[in-house]
C-alpha cells in the first residue's frame, strides 16, 4: 500500500510517499517541503492569503519530485492523504482540493488527517519508534498540550495552554528582542551565548497541581526587561535574555511532563511539534525522564515541523489500524480549521 500524504495547514508545503505493509511498520519512500518563512518574513508572521496561493504554486511540482525520488507513478498510489485541519482555512483548502481531485482521478480514495495526529505519531518513522501507550508532549506554534496515548486514534487530553503556545511564547518574545520570524530557532541560537539565570523569568504554573500551561506573562515578562534595558539592549543582554527566556519555557514544558508521567504511572514520553526540535528542551527533559526511569522519543529532527511525511505517516497507521473510517470516495472533502484532537477518540464518537 502506497499513501501520497499533502499537507498544507500552515507556511510549510509538505508532500510525500509512504510504504504501508498490512502489518509492520510503515517506510518512508521519499519527501519534498517548501518552506514559505522567507516569504512571510517581511511581514514578521504567516499572511494567510499569500500562504494559500504560495502553497497552490507549489504543491504538484513538490509531487511531481517526490514520485520521481521514489521511483513511482501516479497509479501507483493507492491513497491519498491530506491535512484536514487544525490550521488556516484558506492553505487547509488547497491542500484537501488538490488531495481529492487527484484521488478521484486516480480512482483511489482521499483520508483527511488531523494535522497534531500526525506530529505526535511522527516518532514512528524513527529507527526506534515507541511503543503505546505513551505520553505526548505536543509543542507547536499553535498547541501545547499533554495526551495520553493509548494507540493510533486514542487520545486523552491530560492538559493543555490556557493562553499562548510554548511556539507563541518563543516567536512572540523572539520579535521583541528584534531576532526575526520565525522566533523559535533564532531565540534558541541566540540563547546558546548567554547566561539562562541572567533574568529570573516566570515559571507560570511551574507549581499548579494541573498539567496546564500559561506563557502570555512571559512575553509581558521579556518585554518589559526589554523596555528597561532601553538602549543598554546589547548583543550580550540580549543573549542573556534569550537563554533566560528558554530556560523559563523548557523548565516549565519538562516539570509538567515529567508530572504526566507520575500521574498516569506511564514510562514513555513522545515528544512532537515545532519546539521538539529545541536542544534545550530535549536535554533537560532526556535527563528528567531518566531520572523516573523512563524513556523520550523524538521524531527525526527533520519532521519536527510541519511536513508531509506525518500525514502518510498517520493515515497509514490508521489504515493498519482498521480506522480510516473518514476515508472518502465520492469527491467532497471539507476542512477543519480548528478540530480538538481528543475528538478523535473513540470515547468522544
Ligand atoms: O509544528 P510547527 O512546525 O508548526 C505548527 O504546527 O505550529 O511548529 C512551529 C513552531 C514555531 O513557533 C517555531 O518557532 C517553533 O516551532 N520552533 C522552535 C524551534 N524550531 C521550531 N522553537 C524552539 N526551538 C527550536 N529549535
Ligand atoms: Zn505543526
Known amino acids: 500500500m502506497k499513501v501520497l500524504g499533502i499537507e498544507s495547514s500552515c507556511d510549510e508545503t509538505g508532500v510525500a510517499l509512504v510504504q504501508a505493509p498490512a502489518a509492520g511498520a510503515p517506510r518512508l519512500l521519499a519527501q519534498a517541503l517548501h518552506s514559505q518563512v522567507a516569504m512571510h518574513a517581511d511581514y514578521g508572521g504567516v499572511v494567510p492569503e499569500l500562504a494559500s496561493r504560495d502553497h497552490i504554486r507549489r504543491v504538484l511540482p513538490l509531487a511531481r519530485e517526490v514520485l520521481a525520488d521514489a521511483g513511482c507513478t501516479l497509479a501507483e498510489i493507492d491513497l491519498v492523504a491530506y491535512t484536514r485541519g487544525p490550521g488556516l482555512a484558506g492553505a487547509l483548502l488547497v491542500g484537501a482540493g488538490?488531495?481529492?481531485?487527484?484521488?478521484?482521478?486516480?480512482?483511489?480514495?482521499?483520508?483527511?488527517?488531523h494535522h497534531l495526529e500526525g506530529h505526535l505519531l511522527s516518532p514512528f518513522l524513527a529507527p526506534e519508534p515507541p511503543r503505546f501507550p505513551f505520553v505526548a508532549l505536543l509543542v507547536s506554534g499553535g498547541h501545547t498540550q499533554l495526551m495520553r496515548v493509548q494507540g493510533v486514534g486514542d487520545y486523552a487530553l491530560l492538559g493543555e495552554t490556557i493562553d499562548d503556545a510554548a511556539g507563541e511564547a518563543f516567536d512572540k518574545s523572539a520579535k521583541l528582542l528584534g531576532l526575526g520570524?520565525?522566533?523559535?530557532?533564532?531565540?534558541?541560537?541566540?540563547?546558546?551565548?548567554?547566561?539562562?539565570?541572567?533574568?529570573?523569568?516566570?515559571?507560570?504554573?511551574?507549581?499548579?497541581?494541573?498539567?496546564?500551561?500559561s506563557f502570555a506573562g512571559l512575553k509581558t515578562a521579556v518585554l518589559t526587561q526589554v523596555r528597561k534595558l532601553g538602549p543598554n539592549l546589547c548583543e550580550q543582554s540580549r543573549a542573556d535574555l534569550a537563554a533566560s527566556t528558554q530556560a523559563a519555557i523548557v523548565d516549565v514544558l519538562v516539570a509538567k511532563t515529567l508530572r504526566a508521567l507520575s500521574a498516569t504511572g506511564l514510562r514513555r514520553v513522545v515528544v512532537a511539534g515545532g519546539?521538539?526540535?529545541?536542544?534545550?528542551?530535549?536535554?533537560?527533559?532526556?535527563?528528567?525522564?531518566?531520572?523516573?526511569?523512563?524513556?523520550v522519543h523524538y521524531p527525526p529532527l527533520a519532521l519536527c515541523t510541519d511536513n508531509g511525511a506525518m500525514i502518510a505517516l498517520a493515515a497509514a497507521l490508521r489504515l493498519q489500524g482498521g480506522l480510516a473510517g473518514e476515508m472518502r470516495r465520492d469527491g467532497a472533502f471539507d476542512v477543519r480549521p480548528r478540530w480538538p484532537l481528543a475528538e478523535l477518540s473513540p470515547a468522544a464518537a
Not at 488538490?98 to 488527517?113: D, F, I, S, T
Not at 551565548?193 to 500551561?213: C, I, N, T
Not at 519546539?275 to 524513556?295: I, K, P, S, T, W
Request: net charge positive; aromatic share 6%.
Open 98 to 113: 488538490v488531495a481529492v481531485a487527484l484521488a478521484a482521478a486516480l480512482g483511489r480514495p482521499a483520508l483527511g488527517v
Open 181 to 213: 520570524y520565525p522566533g523559535g530557532p533564532a531565540l534558541a541560537r541566540m540563547a546558546e551565548f548567554g547566561d539562562p539565570r541572567a533574568w529570573p523569568l516566570p515559571r507560570p504554573l511551574l507549581h499548579s497541581k494541573d498539567l496546564d500551561f
Open 275 to 295: 519546539v521538539g526540535a529545541n536542544l534545550r528542551l530535549r536535554e533537560q527533559l532526556d535527563a528528567g525522564a531518566a531520572g523516573l526511569g523512563a524513556r
